[in-house]
């Protein structure tokens, strides 16, 4: 039997495609099928006999979805390689039964010799392999002698360009070329290296476009849920102010030293992804998290200072426990963004008793800060690292079943794999540094299984603070994704300018 799914029209044109070339960028955005696309071009090949064997290799958070999807729209036989390295060994020996093999990178990366020949390779998530490193150097030697081989994302280009270079070399290496060849071409930089602009962005796009299955929101809106955005700016309390502008003033102190040390600026996204660790910038990352505390409840300042002190906890901040001891913290207890998002939540739930909301947040513990805060008005889940994978499909299955359980509070381990299409409101409550990130918190919500007509998506942001160019940034590098991958934003010139300003001089002219 071939496959077993009703395909869209512009599903059915993306696996035609994808049989015809054999090697693809599928970057169908989060929520349009890129799974089900992809079983079905696996599925005539098998048939074709073109294909015997096909690895699978995804975030372990994926691996049982892949599973239920392959047992939904195929009869084929399919191994998730999991658990102990008996376990897995024996699972490997079954394997060579099995249609498909899904198994995530770092398991992968310890039984390399356990693979076998397969004919087709498939990276979900294929940011995985955005950057120079040994998981993504293991799948591009996996994938060289490999016919077939297909990188599943939404959303290629999450921060930088160099990300969709490091994909394509497992796609189609001669694509882009020589790596010197395609930064001179696409990219002008300065003295220290730092990108300037980007330019010859109408050859990208021609170059791209024989390699890669590309469809945004905008393509397929009609079969979408409407979306509304809402940004939603909170104003500080004179307290909180004042402790976050004697933060913001030793944060630029510290950025000041690094300057004066020919360090040519401070890299956030370098540093965020443990690209940098000298102590002078790992003190710039340490104010930076407690303004973003701050931000959200300053609470969560006071709690992280409680559990620097303590012995039997292995989290917390010095130099939050640093600014405790001076008495910055005496007195700030109001947290008027928890309030703001209180009195959203309370609309919203009031309003439909059919709405239900999906809030992220990147502290954890502020997560479970809101659902006290919210027990009077509904019942509420937690999804978030930490948290066993039983535990966490109970979160799913309640929300989804329960109408009193209107509330799913996650941590962006629910961005990825989460399908909430019981769910119309989505509150950003804080902002992740990665745009990919936020496009996979957005598109829990935004599917094709939607239960309503439109959607909302909420962003909190305090006013003047750090969170504004947070939100500015990530703006940004979905205008660089979108410049790159779709053929928009260019200018005269066939190129895109860098506006966002610096962070130093963003901290300095900031008003709070």
């Known amino acids: 039997m071939t496959f077993k799914g009703n395909l869209r029209q512009y599903q059915q044109e993306a696996v035609e495609r994808m049989v015809d070339r054999g090697q693809m960028l599928l970057g169908i955005v989060m929520g349009g099928g890129k799974t089900v696309v992809t079983l079905a071009a696996i599925e005539e090949l098998y048939h074709a006999g073109d294909v015997d064997r096909c690895l699978v290799v995804v975030p372990a958070s994926l691996k049982f979805q892949w599973l239920a999807e392959i047992g939904k729209f195929t009869d084929a036989r399919a191994t998730v390689i999991d658990g102990t390295k008996a376990q897995r060994d024996k699972q490997w020996r079954l394997s060579i039964g099995s249609r498909y093999i899904i198994v995530n990178p770092e398991t992968l990366m310890n039984d390399t010799d356990k693979v076998g020949t397969f004919q087709a390779l498939v990276i979900d998530e294929a940011t995985m392999i955005k950057n120079v490193n040994k998981r993504s150097r293991m799948l591009k030697k996996i994938g060289k002698t490999v016919p077939f081989r297909y990188a599943l994302t939404g959303q290629p280009i999450e921060n930088r360009p160099e ?48 390699c890669m299955v590309r469809l945004t929101r905008d393509d397929i809106a009609d079969q ?16 909180g102010a004042t402790v976050y502008r004697r933060i913001t003033a030793d944060l630029v102190g510290q950025l000041s030293q690094v300057m004066k040390s020919g360090g040519g600026g401070f890299n956030l996204f370098a540093h965020y992804n443990g690209n940098d660790g000298n102590e002078a910038q790992g003190q710039i990352m340490a104010r930076l998290t407690v303004l973003r505390m ?5 609470a969560l300042v006071k709690q992280s200072a409680l559990d620097f002190d303590d012995d039997t906890v292995s989290t917390g901040s010095q130099y939050a426990h640093d600014i405790m ?9 109001d947290a008027p963004k928890l309030r703001a998002c209180l009195e959203y939540i309370e ?32 019942n509420s889940v ?70 309503f007509p439109h959607v909302t998506i909420a962003t909190f942001v305090m006013q003047g603070s750090i969170e504004e160019r947070q939100y500015a940034m990530l703006q940004h590098k979905k205008s660089v994704n979108e410049a790159f991958i779709d053929g928009k934003h260019h200018d005269q010139e066939q190129g895109l300018s860098i506006t966002v300003d610096t962070l130093t001089k963003f901290l300095s002219e900031s008003q709070v």
């Not at 497992?170 to 790596?179: E, Q």
């Not at 701050?294 to 300053?298: F, G, Q």
Request: aromatic share 12%; net charge negative; proline share 5%.
């Open 224 to 239: 979408l849920p409407d979306i509304i955005h809402q940004l939603i700016p909170v104003p500080f309390d004179s307290r």
């Open 325 to 333: 001891q001076m008495g910055w913290m005496t007195g700030v207890d």
């Open 382 to 451: 937690l999804f978030m690292g930490g948290m066993s994978a039983e535990d966490r499909q109970k979160s799913k299955e309640t929300f989804a079943s329960d109408p009193s359980t209107r509330l799913f509070l996650s941590s962006d381990a629910g961005g990825y794999g989460v399908d909430l299409p019981m769910a119309n409101y989505l509150i950003s409550y804080d902002l992740p540094w990665s745009s990919g990130k936020l496009e996979q918190r957005e598109a829990r919500i935004i599917r094709l299984s939607s239960e």
């Open 347 to 378: 609309e919203v739930l009031d309003e439909d008793p059919n709405n239900k909301v999906v809030l992220f947040s990147f502290f954890k513990k502020n997560l479970r800060l809101i659902q006290e805060a919210t027990k009077g008005m509904t």
């Open 294 to 298: 701050l931000c959200d409840n300053p």
């Open 163 to 210: 990300e969709l270079f490091s994909i394509m070399q497992f796609v189609d290496k001669d694509v882009l070329g020589d790596f010197k060849v395609f930064d001179r071409t696409f990219i002008v930089r300065d003295h220290w290296g730092k990108p300037q602009r980007y330019r010859n962005l109408d050859r990208m796009y021609k170059s791209m476009k024989e």
